[in-house]
């Protein structure tokens, strides 16, 4: 059966390298391998020395080791390293899911989060976030009326892509505890885990909450790396596990000998990378927040507590006509709300790269002909 089109991602490889400007990015500014390596005050003889073989499957025991420490009473056991944070969600959806089993899905989301349990051959319901005038929330009375019924895996994402929306402390555990007094499965998306405004609202991992939990996460948003495509699971539980690492051999088998070093440099200097990502976001959501209250004609301004990214509302619609025009126009790359299966009223703005300033620029003056 084949699968239905990546929009989101077909989009970025037609906008992602021919526009000037990217407005949409969802990571942070990548780093080069030269301020890497000066960050953590290593040489490149780091790199020159690194033997070019294949590394375990379930990633080096170095890098396991750091990922572990993340997770407070996880073990490098109980971690899987991927290829992409792409493998991880493929990999985990095709070993957990069968044929016929019932998928609750928190979104918008990426779309591979949805779309891999519908293509195994699940019943996937879709529990839609709620817009207000200052931001989005999660109803938990309606997730609570949707796992009612007998369901195997409830996914959800915080801090959330596309909406930056990041649920408090009590909504979280609430959410957990919704999963686990129907025993059903929790995939916990985390990708933007670590981008908080605020350092006490940071989640835990809910790995680390529920033994049926499985986190995901990785070097492509939080740690600004995304070059390195290094990804990575935190499980509890040893037969799904085992039956990941089993399957990746049908995969990538294992991942890159250099990527998976770089990462495990990153992670050692994870509080200098995330504390540079975050000044990023923060400096730009300022100018973000400016702009629509300039233009509160066109943009209706939603907030968010997390992530690198932020869900606002055009207020006469139409983003997707507005998207074709805006890089065919100004060349300023936007990604529309029909990007995520989420209508036709809204755009992400990506607040973690260096060009985000002069993209909004462009955007601006090229608005009043829009």
Request: a negative charge.
């Amino acid at each position: 059966m084949a699968i239905r089109e990546f929009a989101l991602e077909r989009y970025f490889a037609r906008w992602e390298f021919s526009a000037r400007h990217l407005l949409s990015a969802s990571d942070c500014e990548p780093l080069t391998v030269r301020e890497l390596l000066d960050i953590a005050g290593l040489g490149t003889s780091v790199l020159e020395e690194l033997q070019l073989g294949y590394v375990e499957s379930q990633g080096t025991t170095a890098l396991r080791e750091r990922i572990a420490a993340l997770y407070p009473g996880l073990s490098s056991d109980d971690v899987v390293v991927t290829s992409a944070p792409e493998e991880a969600i493929y990999l985990a959806m095709t070993t957990l899911l069968e044929p016929g089993d019932r998928v609750v899905v928190q979104v918008p989301c990426y779309q591979s989060l949805a779309e891999l349990a519908s293509h195994r051959g699940c019943e996937v319901v879709r529990c839609p976030m709620v817009e207000t005038e200052t931001g989005w929330r999660l109803d938990l009375d309606h997730l609570a009326a949707l796992l009612e019924r007998p369901t195997k895996l409830l996914v959800v994402n915080a801090p959330h892509n596309p909406t930056g929306y990041l649920p408090t402390h009590d909504e979280h555990a609430a959410v957990i505890a919704l999963a686990e007094a129907r025993g059903c499965w929790v995939f916990s998306d985390e990708m933007y885990h670590g981008l908080e405004r605020v350092a006490g609202h940071r989640l835990a991992p809910a790995v680390v909450r529920y033994p049926r939990a499985i986190s995901l996460w990785g070097m492509s948003k939080s740690f600004a790396l995304p070059g390195l495509r290094i990804g990575w699971l935190a499980l509890r539980d040893r037969r799904l596990r085992d039956a990941i690492i089993a399957y990746k051999d049908y995969t990538t088998i294992c991942s890159s000998a250099p990527s998976e070093l770089l990462a495990a440099i990153a992670l050692d200097h994870r509080e200098t990378i995330l504390a540079r990502s975050r000044a990023l976001i923060e400096n730009n959501l300022a100018l973000a927040i400016d702009f629509a209250a300039r233009r509160s004609d066109l943009i209706a301004w939603r907030d968010g507590q997390g992530g690198s990214v932020r869900l606002v509302r055009l207020r006469g619609g139409g983003a997707h006509e507005f998207a074709e025009r805006s890089a065919r126009g100004c060349g300023v790359m936007v990604v529309p709300s029909t990007m995520f299966d989420a209508g036709d009223e809204h755009i992400r703005l990506g607040l973690g790269r260096r060009g985000f300033p002069a993209a909004l620029d462009a955007l601006e003056r090229f608005l009043p002909s829009a």
